[in-house]
């Protein structure tokens, strides 16, 4: 079965850190840009950081800049997203997305995970 798995959500308190991860099934991450998104309640789907087949970075989202890492582990077929300093206005339903480029629209992006909810709270 081909799909895109996120883990590695949960609770998290202002100022600390999670590691969320993409891990695809029936296929294999090396071929593919893997795009991290997310999803606060009531607002639309935002691009957040987004890695290419030679581990080139883009972090669309200016709010995680210099707090967010993302990184691919092809032994794996896993990409990461670091999270460091999480904030507040982290929180959000986060999903990762493959396709054959970086992009910050939804659309450039065919295979989507379910999401793995991020809440953060002290």
């Known amino acids: 079965q081909v799909q895109l798995v996120e883990s590695g959500g949960g609770l998290v308190q202002p100022g600390g850190s999670l590691r969320l991860s993409c891990a695809a099934s029936?296929?294999?991450?090396?071929?593919?840009?893997i795009g991290w998104f997310r999803q606060a309640p009531g607002k639309e789907r935002e691009a957040v950081s987004c890695?290419?087949?030679?581990?080139?970075?883009?972090d669309y989202a200016d709010s995680v800049k210099g707090r967010f890492t993302i990184s691919r582990e092809n032994a794996k077929n896993t990409v990461y997203l670091q999270m460091n300093s999480v904030k507040s206005e982290d929180k959000a339903t986060y999903y990762c997305?493959?396709?054959?480029?970086?992009?910050?629209?939804?659309?450039?992006?065919?295979?989507w995970g379910q999401g793995t909810q991020v809440t953060v709270s002290s």
């Open positions: 997305a493959a396709g054959l480029t970086c992009s910050d629209q939804r659309d450039e992006y065919d295979r």
């Open positions: 890695i290419t087949t030679s581990d080139n970075t883009f």
């Open positions: 029936g296929f294999s991450l090396d071929y593919y840009a």
